[in-house]
């Protein structure tokens, strides 16, 4: 079946630098996608979202950016701190708006202080 | 604003007791309500979401079963509790069409 994966299972950062996670996405069909962030013991929380007319979308200092043609999708976190130190998973939600969202399997974000 | 409540947070039962994990969500009306459960380490699986009163998809064949006996209501149990019933339980909520999925805090489910 058609699926979200992510291109790395870990990521180290140092403090202050610029996180990049990405994330692949095979289903073409797709035209609405999130970003959740996962700190341990707790549920995930949504970050931001971009629906397949936009490229690029700006939150708080995370930007998502999304390229339709190869099918990527990537979240960028500014200034990274020791807070943004979680799992990040990306989710995609294509086939009609019931249809549950398909959750890739994550990426451990590590913060180097 | 729109609230969701899991609990427990942690539940330890031993195998062969029966399980209810319950679910409700606040400030909206006719969500679409999920259940998800999360080894250790991994990623989501997703278990059985309703988009209605009374309707239950079932995405995993296993020792578990959901209804949903009101509109903000989401209850997970089983009879008969396995070892491998042991996990991170997420219930979460969202509106209809192009919209993100709201969390709970989870049950960590420990099962002796």
């Known amino acids: 079946g058609e699926s979200v994966g992510l291109h790395l299972p870990t990521l180290s950062v140092q403090e202050g630098d610029n996180s990049i996670i990405n994330c692949a996405y095979s289903?073409?069909?797709?035209?609405?996608f999130i970003w959740y962030k996962q700190e341990s013991g707790k549920g995930p929380q949504f970050i931001i979202d971009?629906?397949?007319?936009?490229d690029k979308r700006q939150g708080q200092r995370v930007t998502v950016l999304l390229n339709k043609t190869v099918k990527h999708l990537s979240l960028q976190i500014a200034a990274t701190q020791p807070g943004d130190s979680a799992v990040y998973f990306c989710?995609?939600?294509?086939?009609?708006?019931?249809?549950?969202?398909?959750f890739g399997k994550g990426t451990r974000l590590s913060v180097i202080a | 604003s729109q609230t969701i409540h899991q609990w427990p947070a942690t539940l330890v039962q031993p195998v062969g007791s029966p399980l209810s994990l319950e679910c409700t969500v606040e400030?909206?009306?006719?969500?679409?309500l999920y259940w998800y459960r999360q080894a250790a380490g991994r990623g989501l699986q997703l278990l059985f979401y309703?988009?209605?009163?009374?309707?239950i998809s079932s995405e995993v064949p296993q020792n578990l079963s959901a209804s949903r006996p009101q509109d903000r209501q989401f209850i997970l149990s089983s009879k008969k509790l396995l070892l491998s019933d042991s996990g991170f339980y997420l219930c979460?909520?969202?509106?209809?069409?192009?919209?993100?999925?709201?969390f709970g805090n989870g049950t960590r489910l420990t099962v002796t």
């Open positions: 979460a909520w969202k509106l209809g069409g192009r919209a993100p999925l709201h």
């Open positions: 289903n073409s069909a797709s035209d609405y």
């Open positions: 971009i629906r397949s007319n936009m």
């Open positions: 989710a995609e939600n294509g086939v009609s708006g019931n249809t549950p969202l398909v």
């Open positions: 400030g909206t009306s006719n969500p679409n």
């Open positions: 309703s988009v209605g009163i009374g309707q």
